[in-house]
């Protein structure tokens, strides 16, 4: 008897399991998947990606969807390669491929800021200094005024502990994270990389690209003496006239990216 009530708890779980599978929104725009695929390869063209990292963006027939590769190094993703993820970072079907396991950073971000539609993680190296020392990276020239006047630092110790691998590996963290983030269009993670989101896909590889950029710059300037960044006001004022630009890099980006084999 004791058998038979433990094998139905099983059974019962697993029928939950299977109701709880997300069901696709159905097949996303293939401009969409290419902007995706392309913004891969773009990113490793750029120095912002190598083997690792990844790019996602928001399911343009649900927002309460993700599209993102396999885990797999980002310059060998094809189109067949993206999967579909609800917001609480299940794959609808990973066709028996693995994930990535720092996935959670993309949906809680998608979860608490409604108006990112990507998403770029990277271990952008000019970055990484800045997330380790007290030098607070800052807005250097205007191609990188997104950045705005201060840009935070997640501290993984403060929720996870002095023994972490410093990887966002749950949903905790991630909406630790996504919270350190805030109305930010970049937070660095401090020992790890950075997270750069965006209303687009060629806004994201935009700003992603541009805080490298002004990372390494502002580490050239410093070398030289006092450093004048821009103000507040100055920021805003750069940042609107680039959102309206970022087709010009973008198509030429993608263009060397997709180049045939």
């Given amino acids: ?19 709880a599978q997300p069901k696709s929104a159905g097949t996303p725009d293939p401009s969409l998947v290419e902007d995706l695929v392309a913004a891969n390869r773009v990113l490793v063209e750029l120095g912002v990606l190598d083997g690792f990292g990844h790019v996602s963006v928001r399911h343009d027939k649900d927002a309460s969807r993700y599209l993102m590769s396999r885990s797999m190094a980002p310059a060998l993703v094809k189109a067949d390669d993206i999967l579909e ?3 609480d970072n299940a794959a609808v079907d990973a066709k028996g491929q693995a994930v990535f396991l720092e996935r959670f950073i993309h949906g ?20 990484i200094p800045f997330g380790v020392s007290k030098t607070r990276l800052k807005t250097i020239y205007h191609m990188s005024s997104f950045l705005g006047v201060d840009v935070p630092v997640f501290e993984i110790r403060d929720v996870a502990g002095p023994a972490s691998d410093l990887l966002v590996r749950n949903a905790g963290l991630g909406a630790d994270l996504a919270k350190v983030l805030s109305d930010n ?7 790890h990389g950075s997270v750069t989101v965006g209303t687009s896909i060629p ?11 002004n990372a390494r ?11 004048t960044y821009l103000t507040a006001e100055e920021a805003a004022a750069a940042a609107k006239t680039n959102d309206g630009q970022v087709m010009r890099p973008w198509e030429l980006w993608k263009r060397k990216a997709m180049k045939p084999e």
Avoid: N
């Fill in 1 to 19: 008897m004791r058998a038979f009530v433990v094998l139905a708890i099983g059974l019962a779980l697993g029928s939950t399991a299977a109701l």
């Fill in 217 to 227: 710059l502002q580490s050239e300037a410093m070398r030289l003496g006092e450093v």
């Fill in 185 to 191: 269009t970049v937070a660095l993670m401090r020992g």
């Fill in 203 to 213: 806004q994201v590889v935009f700003r992603a690209y541009y805080t490298e950029m």
């Fill in 85 to 87: 993820f609800d917001l």
């Fill in 108 to 127: 809680e971000i998608y979860k608490a800021r409604p108006d990112v539609k990507a998403v770029v993680h990277s271990h952008s190296p000019s970055v």
